[in-house]
């Protein structure tokens, strides 16, 4: 009878037993622990910009700045100083405060074209998270949302254009906005037009050229806006080129307009360019002013002929190296540039003296 008593009671810890079964919420502890490797993933994504995303803002105001610099291609701003050319090959700095006026062309020219850099990285950024190169640029790798970029250029382009009536040169801030009218529908529509582009790309180096002039008030000869366009196109034409020895068939996959071109052609048409570069350059020496300044400038078309030849064979080897490196990172192209800047100075110096 008591027997029975017993067994009712086992029961309860029957029912005891079952309140363990909380524990199970307890595994499901570890369902965070999927979470982990996905905050995890963008970190070896990072050097692909994949993972990384477009829009991820900078983590502090010092690494915005760096990025915006970045985007800027400081490495590109020596070519502004095409607009000291007109003076230089006038000899004359042209009005009373000429140096001072050229180095706003100077400062102006490389905010314009900073802003022309960061808006077509922000139209370009999904091709060039593709490119072994561009992929790092801060656009691409996220480190600098294209929001920011567009508002930095807007600043920048506007700097630039005021900058011809700060120093009562009008000319200037047109040359300017015809500059970033053309680099803008560049970037927008017309580099994937071939031939076009070339000219648009040129076109930057020559109104460079102009917008120095315009700043100085310092008039360009006809030699020397011939000399000047000839050498921009071939520069265009190198840039072509490199990309093709660079890429091969992939190139048409990061620029499209590539597919159009060829590298022997683009070889070809680079040297015929530089040839009749030469040629206008030693026209112009001939028949500038008597004196010693022909001897000195007939010299100097020896170096210049030199400095394009090798420019000839770093286009073909430059690997994924921007053309415009070439002219100042390799040795035997700054020696032989240098001995020409020699030569054409103590030109221009024969015939003040």
Not at 104 to 116: E, H, T
């Given at each position: 009878m008591t027997g029975r008593p017993?067994?009712?009671a086992a029961p309860p810890p029957a029912a005891a037993v079952t309140v363990p079964a909380a524990p199970p919420p307890a595994p499901a502890v570890t369902v965070p622990a999927p979470a982990a490797p996905v905050l995890d993933r963008p970190a070896p994504g990072r050097p692909g910009a994949a993972a990384a995303g477009p829009g991820r803002p900078p983590r502090s105001a010092r690494r915005w700045l760096h990025a915006v610099v970045r985007e800027s291609r400081p490495r590109q701003w020596p070519k502004n100083l095409l607009v000291l050319a007109a003076p230089v090959a006038g000899a004359t700095l042209g009005r009373p405060d000429g140096p001072a006026c050229a180095l706003?062309?100077?400062?102006?020219?490389?905010?314009?074209?900073?802003?022309?850099y960061l808006v077509n990285d922000v139209v370009d950024a999904e091709r060039d998270r593709q490119h072994p190169v561009k992929r790092r640029r801060?656009?691409?790798s996220g480190d600098l949302p294209p929001a920011h970029a567009l508002a930095v250029a807007v600043a920048g382009g506007a700097a630039a254009v005021s900058s011809g009536f700060w120093i009562g040169a009008p000319g200037l801030s047109v040359t300017i906005v015809i500059y970033l009218a053309i680099s803008f529908s560049y970037s927008l529509a017309l580099k994937h037009v071939p031939v076009i582009e070339l000219a648009c790309v040129a076109s930057g180096f020559v109104l460079r050229a102009l917008g120095g002039a315009a700043a100085t008030h310092v008039p360009p000869s006809g030699w020397f806006l011939t000399v000047v366009s000839l050498g921009a196109l071939m520069v265009?034409?190198?840039k072509r080129r490199?990309?093709?020895a660079a890429l091969g068939a992939g190139a048409a996959g990061h620029r499209p307009v590539a597919r159009f071109y060829r590298y022997r052609a683009l070889g070809l048409a680079s040297r015929l360019l530089a040839g009749a570069m030469v040629i206008s350059y030693a026209l112009w020496a001939v028949t500038s002013s008597s004196g010693g300044r022909p001897l000195w400038l007939l010299a100097s078309i020896a170096a210049l002929a030199a400095a394009l030849a090798r420019f000839d064979w770093l286009s073909a080897h430059a690997?994924?190296?921007p053309v415009e490196d070439?002219?100042?990172r390799d040795r035997l192209m700054a020696g032989a540039e240098l001995a020409w800047l020699?030569?054409?100075a103590a030109g221009m110096l024969a015939a003040r003296g």
């Open positions: 017993d067994g009712a706003v062309a100077l400062a102006a020219f490389i905010a314009a074209s900073s802003s022309v801060p656009i691409a265009a034409v190198s490199g990309e093709l690997g994924q190296k070439l002219i100042i020699v030569l054409f």
